[in-house]
């Protein structure tokens, strides 16, 4: 059968596709350090659950607004109004199954063949490819490690041409975990009003921050700014609700008429179940995302001191999100028991089967240099983990 050429221009998650490789393993018993997983290993807090389970014994199981009920979509304007210091209308606000999601009807309704999509790099997966799977292109730009992976507005311009549609920001960053200033951002907004551009700003990691940092939305930065902007958030992360599938879009009208009229066409609602169980995430959940953050800083003190007291190893100290990204290009080009470890994934694959620890190679997220590594995970598997990768890399000849 001939298939679309689209479907060959990408290919599966790589993240998920080593998530499920680690799980697999564990399943036969394997004693697998995974690290692989972008989900939290907390519990989807008890009064989330009870809403979902009030919803099934109301009968709260049928079809929905396609873009979502009205209770949630209240709750996400409340929330953005009171974080973010934005107003929306409820037709602004388009509620999805998960940020994933939001961010597919986002591309699918903006982008077109010969379109460009300008992303920082290093840059979550799936960017690129819901870009390449609506015929647009790509445009990656560099940002440097020792810079602390900051983004140079004016650097960036370079890339802006006739068809540069928009900017993706994601701050916090996966997978390096850095998070931008207000000036960075209120650059990047000048750059995007003068060149008329969208920002596609994903804010999933947006409560997961560490050592003082703070979060801006870059939409808060005017009226004017907001009008040119798509927020991307959900509750996968913060709630610790990544299996309930529900993540949001707000920002321009047109934009978001279009985003759900696409959806109302190709997966109708997001599961009504889970519409109710994040009313109550976002109502009520912001003491259980500081008890989960707490515990993730310490896992990243812990992850990060051992990573850079390892041969070869230097990591940056990330102040958002959940992921280490330690740069291990010293370690490129040594020996393994199967040959030359030339690349992060021969590294990684190198690390799962002579040592059952589960990695993200770099590629995939555009660089060469790094491999990532979830601290959302117990501090036992953590202490295990990095006991492992410490044999393995001093192993390398
Ligand atoms: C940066 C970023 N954006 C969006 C998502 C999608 O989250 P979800 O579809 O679970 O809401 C993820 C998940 O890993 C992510 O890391």
């Not at 990591?315 to 370690?331: D, H, I, M, Q, R």
Request: include cysteine.
């Amino acid at each position: 059968m001939k298939l679309a050429a689209r479907a060959g221009r990408i290919t599966p998650s790589p993240t998920l596709a080593m998530a499920a490789t680690a799980k697999a393993m564990a399943a036969r018993g394997i004693d697998v350090a995974d690290f692989s997983s972008g989900e939290p290993d907390f519990d989807t807090p008890d009064p989330v659950k009870a809403a979902a389970e009030a919803a099934i014994r109301a009968g709260f199981t049928k079809y929905t607004p396609s873009s979502g009920i009205d209770e949630l979509r209240q709750a996400i304007i409340d929330k953005l109004q009171t974080d973010q210091g934005v107003r929306y209308e409820k037709s602004q606000v388009l509620v999805s199954c998960g940020a994933k999601h939001s961010l597919y009807n986002l591309a699918e309704a903006l982008l077109e063949a010969g379109d460009e999509v300008i992303i920082p790099v290093p840059f979550w997966v799936s960017y690129a490819d819901q870009t390449l799977l609506n015929d647009a292109t790509p445009v990656l730009f560099p940002t440097r490690e020792d810079e602390g992976y900051a983004i140079d507005a004016q650097e960036l311009e370079r890339l802006v041409t006739p068809r540069t549609k928009a900017i993706v920001v994601n701050s916090p960053c996966n997978p390096t975990g850095a998070t931008y200033d207000r000036g960075t951002l209120e650059r990047l907004a000048e750059l995007a009003l003068r060149r008329d551009l969208l920002l596609i700003s994903d804010e999933i990691y947006e409560k997961i921050l560490y050592d003082g940092a703070t979060h801006t939305s870059i939409a808060s930065l005017g009226p004017e700014v907001a009008a040119r902007t798509v927020i991307i958030n959900g509750v996968s992360k913060a709630y610790a609700m990544t299996g309930w599938r529900i993540g949001y879009a707000a920002g321009p009208k047109d934009l978001l008429t279009a985003m759900a009229n696409i959806q109302s066409q190709s997966t109708s609602n997001p599961c009504s179940i889970s519409q109710k169980a994040a009313v109550a995430a976002l109502r009520h959940g912001g003491a259980f995302t500081q008890t989960m953050v707490m515990e993730f800083d310490r896992r990243r003190r812990c992850m990060i001191e051992r990573l850079n007291a390892m041969p070869g190893v230097h990591c940056s100290k990330p102040t958002g999100a959940f992921y280490a990204f330690p740069n291990v290009s010293e370690l490129l080009g040594r020996q393994g028991p199967k040959g030359t470890i030339a690349t992060p994934t021969d590294l990684a694959n190198y690390l799962l089967q002579e040592f059952q620890v589960a990695v993200v190679p770099g590629e995939p997220f555009g660089s060469a240099h790094h491999i990532r590594l979830s601290y959302a995970t117990s501090m036992e598997t953590i202490l295990r983990g990095m006991d492992r990768l410490d044999t393995a890399f001093r192993q390398l000849t």
